[in-house]
């Protein structure tokens, strides 16, 4: 993958069908980018294509809010257990998907 001096690892599940890409951390306003050439024994046809089917992508951003929507305050109804006294913020992908 692109992106000097960011920790990060690629890994192909072969069993799942799946290459997974752990970014640690990086800067905003930054790109990285990964690249993945999938080579094939044979000739590409229409049914090699329909068995590698489209490619999807699916990612979590701990820590980070796209909307920029903030909870200032919360009331909690029901306190047993005794709630922690914070938020987490995540942005989760929803569907991206790229037909071959």
């Known amino acids: 993958g692109g992106g000097a001096g960011v920790e990060q690892a690629a890994e192909h599940l072969a069993s799942e069908r799946v290459v997974e890409w752990k970014v640690k951390k990086f800067a905003g306003a930054s790109e990285l980018s990964l690249k993945i050439k999938l080579s094939l024994d044979s000739p590409s046809t229409l ?22 929507l903030q909870v200032r305050y919360l009331r909690i109804a029901e306190t047993s257990p005794s709630p922690f006294r914070w938020v987490r913020y995540v942005t989760q992908s929803s569907s991206y998907v790229c037909r071959m």
């Open 47 to 68: 049914q090699t294509r329909k068995e590698i089917g489209p490619i999807s992508l699916g990612f979590e951003i701990p820590m980070f809010n796209v909307s920029n």
